[in-house]
């Protein structure tokens, strides 16, 4: 129903910046909260940043005033800009969708209804110094 694939990450200098590109394609009427979480190595999923369909972003604690997110409504991407990386940023990124209204089919006609949390399959960014 939704998929969502991500581009960007690889190998970037500590002190470098990059920037990570999501786009959402499938039955998707409207996207409430896009964003980005990560799991380091050994470490649990932690939210990066996410931004809500007015454009209100969060950001975890770990990478305010480095990382801006954005996105693009009329394209269903989501963007995250990276400056200043440290190797503690060296994680798998995953781009999320936590809601959506989509279009889902059964047996009779397409119908709208809400999805919930889909995930990209990870691109890994490593910051080597």
């Known amino acids: 129903q939704v998929q969502l694939v991500e581009s960007g990450g690889g190998l970037v200098q500590v002190g470098g910046s990059t920037s990570l590109s999501c786009t959402a394609s499938?039955?998707?009427?409207?996207?409430?909260?896009m964003g980005w979480y990560r799991r380091p190595p050994g470490k649990q999923r932690e939210l990066v940043a996410n931004?809500?369909?007015?454009?209100?972003?969060t950001y975890g604690d770990s990478v305010k005033d480095r990382f801006t997110i954005s996105r693009d409504n009329a394209k269903n991407t989501v963007s995250l800009q990276m400056i200043t990386l440290k190797p503690e940023d060296t994680a798998i990124y995953y781009c999320?969708?936590?809601?959506?209204?989509?279009?889902?089919?059964?047996?009779?006609?397409?119908?709208?209804?809400?999805?919930?949390?889909?995930w990209g399959q990870g691109t890994q960014l490593t910051v080597s110094s």
């Open positions: 999320n969708i936590d809601r959506a209204q989509i279009w889902a089919s059964g047996t009779g006609a397409p119908y709208l209804t809400m999805g919930w949390d889909y």
């Open positions: 499938g039955s998707i009427v409207k996207i409430y909260t």
């Open positions: 931004i809500n369909e007015g454009g209100t972003a």
